[in-house]
C-alpha cells in the first residue's frame, strides 16, 4: 500500500528527472520567449547596403552575409528605388560585373556601398 509520503516523493522525483531532460523551468520559460523555433538558427543580421549612381545614394537595400548581387538585383526591382536606370551594371573593384558573376559576388565584399552604372556607359577608370 503507498502512502501519501511516497507519492509525494516519487512526483518530486520525477519533476527532477523531467527538469534535468529539459533542461529545467528556466530554459523553457526562455524558448517561448525566443521567435526563433527550437532547434533553429537565427537568421543573419540584416545591415543596410548604399545604393549609388554617379556618387549620389539612391537608396539601400537589406543584405546579409549570404546576400549576392544578384539578390540586390532583385530587391533593387522589387523596391523599385527612383534613379536606377532600366540596365544597369554593378562596379565591383572599379570593373563592371555581368549577370553571371553576380552570383558569385557576395554583396558585403561591397559594403557599404555598392555603385552601379548603366549599362552603355563607359567605365570610369581610376587614376
Not at 534535468?20 to 524558448?31: I, K, M, S
Request: charged share 25%; with cysteine.
Amino acid at each position: 500500500r503507498t502512502n501519501r509520503a511516497s507519492i509525494v516523493r516519487c512526483h518530486a522525483a520525477a519533476k527532477t528527472l523531467m527538469e534535468t531532460v529539459t533542461g529545467g523551468p528556466e530554459r523553457r520559460l526562455a524558448e517561448r520567449r525566443s521567435t526563433t523555433p527550437r532547434g533553429a538558427t537565427a537568421a543573419p543580421p540584416l545591415r543596410l547596403l548604399r545604393i549609388c549612381l554617379n556618387e549620389r545614394a539612391l537608396g539601400g537595400v537589406e543584405v546579409n552575409e549570404s546576400s549576392t548581387l544578384a539578390d540586390v538585383r532583385q530587391s533593387i526591382q522589387e523596391d523599385e528605388i527612383p534613379g536606377v536606370p532600366a540596365s544597369y551594371s554593378f562596379l565591383f573593384g572599379g570593373a563592371p560585373v555581368t549577370v553571371r558573376q553576380e552570383t558569385r559576388r557576395k554583396a558585403l565584399e561591397c559594403f557599404p556601398f555598392l555603385s552601379i552604372i548603366p549599362e552603355d556607359a563607359p567605365v570610369p577608370l581610376a587614376g
